[in-house]
């Protein structure tokens, strides 16, 4: 098992769809694209982007079926997440919210073209 490489699944509707976004928007480079599923990376974090026909989309013994979206989310730091804003803006990428501002740093949610949330966070300079 490799340690230096996290791994993380978001179920999408679209798998093109959602190569497309984190990699033009986000800085993501694909590492393997097939129909129903694709891997991007973005430094130590490898995202696996996996569609309805994928073996991660398949219902659960209760009939429950894998879907986008909810709360859980990446968390991506910026330098300047203000002028981050400004560029996503832009480019037509959702927002959840507008900055919030904590003890911690500055925060902004987008949103993948499923509605997986994606979190943007400045660190609070010390």
């Known amino acids: 098992m490799n340690d230096a490489v996290v791994s ?12 497309e976004f984190y990699t033009s928007h986000l800085g993501f480079t694909v590492n393997t694209n097939f129909p129903a599923f694709a891997d991007v990376v973005r430094g130590n974090l490898r995202l696996l982007l996996s569609g309805p026909q994928s073996s991660a989309g398949r219902p659960m013994p ?3 079926v894998p879907s986008p979206g909810g709360w859980n989310r990446i968390h991506l730091i ?7 804003v400004e560029r996503l803006r832009a480019e037509g990428v959702a927002f959840r919210n507008e900055i919030v501002n904590g ?3 500055s925060q902004v949610l987008i949103e993948d073209p499923a ?5 943007l966070f400045e660190p609070a300079h010390r």
């Open 8 to 19: 993380v699944r978001y179920m999408v509707d679209d798998v093109e769809r959602a190569v």
């Open 62 to 64: 209760d009939g429950a």
């Open 78 to 84: 910026t330098d300047d997440i203000a002028s981050e």
């Open 103 to 105: 003890p911690g740093g």
């Open 115 to 119: 509605g997986n949330v994606v979190e």
